[in-house]
């Protein structure tokens, strides 16, 4: 068989019984890593260590993975200012979270027949939320309505990352800011208990006005 040596080096093309030797020296596993190949190869390693490492990268990367999630937000054409302002605001939390949004403009009866009126209204929504998101998909007709579809600048990932930090900020200064000076409270304390041995002294001593027995 092939052997290769711990870090990648090859070693050559030795006996099964020789390679075994090595492992055994070098207390290591003697690992079959292509059994097809003419001829076949092995490696020394630790193979325990190795399924440790494997399992770390798999759960980190299970960890890292983003699923795509798109929102979606419905408007009226002609949608009142305060309606317009909670959209908008929903709009820029998702993709401050660094999820995709859906914005779908739904024409009624005589509304249809004036799809500037949709379009308008996507190109203001694109322009007040340009930090935040870009057009991936432009406005464009479906029907009764019209649809827009709006990216994220920064990816989801990055955006997890951040809420993370925050939370861990916000969580160090709740720890710090519950720390309690106990100082005051020990000197208290201390007093009180010197007040207290005082007065069990004073009760314990002869008072000078009190009669002595009689001899």
């Known amino acids: 068989m092939r052997l290769v040596g711990p ?12 390679a075994l030797r090595l492992a055994a020296e070098a207390d290591l596993d003697l690992v079959e ?31 890292n993975q983003v699923n795509t999630v798109i929102k979606e ?18 709009v820029e939390r998702f993709l401050k979270g660094g999820d995709k949004v859906k914005v779908t403009i739904m024409f ?29 998909s432009a406005p464009k007709q479906d029907g009764r309505n019209m649809i ?21 900020d916000a969580a160090g200064e709740h720890e710090a800011s519950g720390e309690v000076d106990t100082a005051g409270e020990v000197d208290v304390a201390a007093e ?7 007065a069990q002294q004073a009760e314990q001593a002869p008072r ?3 009669p002595t027995p009689a001899e």
């Open 148 to 168: 827009m579809v709006l990216g994220p600048t920064r990816k989801k990932s990055e955006a997890r990352a951040e809420q993370r930090r925050k939370r861990d």
């Open 108 to 136: 009624r009866g005589r509304e249809q027949s004036r799809p500037e009126l949709g379009f308008r209204l996507l190109q203001r929504l694109a322009e007040d939320v340009l930090e935040l998101g870009t057009v991936e």
């Open 208 to 210: 000078a006005d009190a």
């Open 73 to 90: 937000i419905k408007l009226r054409p002609k949608i009142d200012p305060h309606d317009y302002a909670t959209k908008k605001g929903h």
């Open 33 to 63: 890593v292509a059994p097809m190949a003419k001829p076949p190869v092995a490696k020394l390693m630790d193979f325990g260590k190795y399924k440790y490492e494997a399992a770390m990268k798999a759960r980190e990367a299970r960890k």
């Open 192 to 198: 009180l208990d010197a007040q207290v041995a005082q």
């Open 7 to 18: 870090n990648g080096e090859q070693v050559g093309i030795v006996r099964v019984e020789d």
